[in-house]
């Protein structure tokens, strides 16, 4: 896959999100993580690369005591079981703040007209 320069890139508790021309990478990492990942086995992707045309819908989850996280629907893609924390650290979302999300509403703005640039039915 060639992704070629990056367009926009977001660092948050969840690890960083990246935009390429034609994907997005999820790269997890950090102490958030990997203490999530420790207290409550949810065993994801470390690194989730998606391709932007294969891209059905961005969804900003919301929590009104939980961190909002943004969930990236394709075929194939994990289907919401429910449970915060897996849905939160499934390979197809991203968190990213307890209190400021107004950068990852930015980036899922980013992320939908790139997927519509590259032909994704959205």
Request: charged content about 20%.
């Amino acid at each position: 896959m060639r992704r070629g320069p990056r367009l926009a890139a977001l660092s948050g508790m969840g690890g960083r999100l990246v935009l390429y021309r034609d994907c997005i990478r999820i790269v997890r990492h950090g102490p958030w993580f990997t203490a999530v990942n420790l207290l409550h086995h949810v065993e994801r992707e470390i690194e989730t690369t998606i391709l932007l045309d294969r891209l059905v819908a961005v969804h900003l989850v919301r929590s009104l005591l939980l961190v909002q996280f943004l969930r990236f629907t394709y075929a194939g893609a994990p289907v919401p079981t429910g449970h915060y924390l897996r849905d939160a650290f499934a390979e197809n979302a991203f968190l990213f703040s307890l209190v400021d999300n107004r950068p990852l509403l930015a980036m899922k703005a980013r992320i939908v007209d790139a997927a519509r640039a590259r032909g994704a039915q959205m």
